[in-house]
């Protein structure tokens, strides 16, 4: 699936929800208080950003994209503030203010780059009045090309079904970004975003992919959705849509720095891309692009246009070497009329350790160009048992192709890539270990074509079985 960045500039997105103020407190620390065992804190500089529903407003804007937001605030110094922060960001605000009610603001106190404590200011806003919130959307509505309801169980949201009904009647998409253990309140929404221990406090645990997908389905016919998206931290995300197969993608994040605010950014540019006009699966994939973005700053953040363009670019650099084994006939045809020497491999390569490395190192030294063939989920859990792969394919895939010495990476569901390999016609085939060269998939066909078989011998030590006993020892 490509994926690339839509006009956002296209894109008008209604957020409604729960309303916040972040305050950030920066200094250095180098004593403990004589009062307590705590550090003392020399605040030099603050700052202020709007977070929880203001800060997936500010994401969309911060895309180029149109955001209106609509919610409960203080009538305080505290709401006076988010609603400048966000006009000066250019969010169009319909902020009910509650006067006997104080905005919520939370308080960050950080030094060194870590956040030492969280102090909140807040009173629930569940019994105010909220029949603004419901007139300040049905007039905004209209306009939107797709509903964010951000939800973080502060009581703006008292009338969700109202707020859905309205805009699906008006043929608006509705994400929602949900709260607790009771999702009924989000019936007949378009998508959900649930993280998965959201999505576990509802259906149960799940073992693995495939039970997510099943009990994704069931809360997708229970709640009358049209998908759910479940995002799994590490494990990237799983798209879900009745009648079509599940989207499983991978984590972009290189480096977990802070994942505040990281399911705001995920539902701002779903929102924005569909609104824009991208496909779901489109969205979706961009999404996770973008979070992966986020988490490596600290604190509520938003992801801008030139980061999504940069990091969709070293996707690419790495993407266009995993190809399909018609691509990769292709390539090899033109590799073979530029006179290059095609080198062929193959394993499940399921954690990458020095001693593939060095494997795949020596294999490319021995022509122009690198195949690896990799072994699908299914063809691992055939030959390893049911606890394999550690990773799945396209992390596997993702790795080998960022090597500098792999050129291809290609798939295979079969036991051995035999008709694979018998179809790329390598001038060498490549085996690591104690094989006999008769004995590796694919060497008839090799060799009768003229080409070489050999056996290359892995570092000593190094093995995937040593490294998960390592692993399961501690």
């Known amino acids: 699936m490509k994926t690339n960045v839509p006009e956002f500039a296209l894109s008008d997105v209604l957020i409604v929800g729960d309303m916040m103020l972040d305050r950030y407190w920066h200094g250095p620390t180098s004593r403990i208080s004589p009062e307590a065992p705590v550090p003392v804190v020399q605040v030099r500089e603050s700052e202020e950003r709007p977070g929880g529903a203001g800060n997936v ?11 209106t937001v609509v919610g409960l605030v203080g009538g305080d110094e505290a709401g006076d503030r988010l609603g400048r922060l966000l006009g000066d960001m250019g969010v169009r605000c319909r902020l009910v203010v ?60 008292q009338h969700t079904q109202q707020l859905i009904s309205t805009a699906r009647a008006a043929g608006k998409p509705v994400l929602v970004d949900p709260k607790g253990s009771d999702f009924s309140h989000y019936r007949g929404a378009t998508l ?15 073992t693995d992919q495939a039970e997510i997908v099943k009990k994704g ?25 009745p009648d079509s197969e599940p989207l499983h993608l991978p984590t972009h994040a290189r480096e977990v720095f802070d994942v505040t605010g990281a399911g705001d950014t995920v ?29 490596a700053k600290l604190g509520t953040a938003a992801v801008s246009v030139p980061e999504l363009q940069r990091a969709l670019h070293q996707l690419d650099e790495v993407e266009q070497n995993i190809v399909s084994e018609g691509q990769l006939l292709e390539l090899v045809g033109i590799a073979r009329a530029h ?32 195949i690896v063939a990799v072994n ?35 798939p295979f569901t ?9 179809a790329v016609m390598p001038d060498i085939l490549v085996k690591g270990g104690d094989y006999r060269p008769e004995q590796i998939a694919g060497h008839d066909c090799v060799k009768a074509n003229g080409g070489e078989v050999v056996v290359l011998a892995f570092r000593a030590g190094c093995s995937t079985t040593r490294i998960i006993e390592t692993i399961t020892k501690e």
Request: net charge negative; proline share 2%; aromatic share 4%.
């Open 339 to 370: 006179g290059e020497r095609i080198v062929m491999t193959n394993g499940c390569f399921d954690i990458l350790h020095a001693g593939h490395v060095a494997y795949l190192n020596q294999a490319r030294r021995l022509g122009d160009r690198l």
């Open 57 to 67: 407003a500010l994401n969309v804007a911060a895309l180029g994209g149109r955001a």
């Open 414 to 422: 079969e036991d051995t890539p035999e008709c694979l390999i018998c």
């Open 192 to 206: 959900i975003t649930p993280n998965l221990a959201e999505f576990e406090a509802v259906v149960g645990v799940c």
């Open 267 to 295: 539902i701002s540019v779903l929102a924005a891309a569909l609104a824009a006009g991208q496909s779901l699966e489109q969205a979706t994939a961009l999404s996770n692009l973008a979070a992966g973005i986020v988490v």
């Open 98 to 157: 509650q006067d006997d009610k104080p905005t919520i603001t939370k308080l960050r106190v950080i030094s060194r780059h870590q956040q030492l404590i969280r102090v909140d200011f807040e009173d629930s806003f569940f019994g105010c009045d909220d029949s603004g919130v419901v007139d300040a959307f049905n007039v905004a509505v209209a306009a939107t090309g797709a509903v964010i309801i951000s939800d973080y169980g502060k009581g703006t949201l």
């Open 376 to 410: 699908d989920d299914d063809s691992v859990r055939r030959l390893k048992g049911a606890t394999r792969p550690v990773n799945h394919l396209q992390e596997r895939m993702e790795v080998l192709a960022g090597l500098g010495s792999v050129d291809w990476v290609v």
């Open 217 to 241: 389905l069931g809360l997708i016919t229970q709640l009358g959705l049209d998908a759910l998206l479940v995002t799994r931290g590490e494990q990237g995300m799983t798209l879900i849509k």
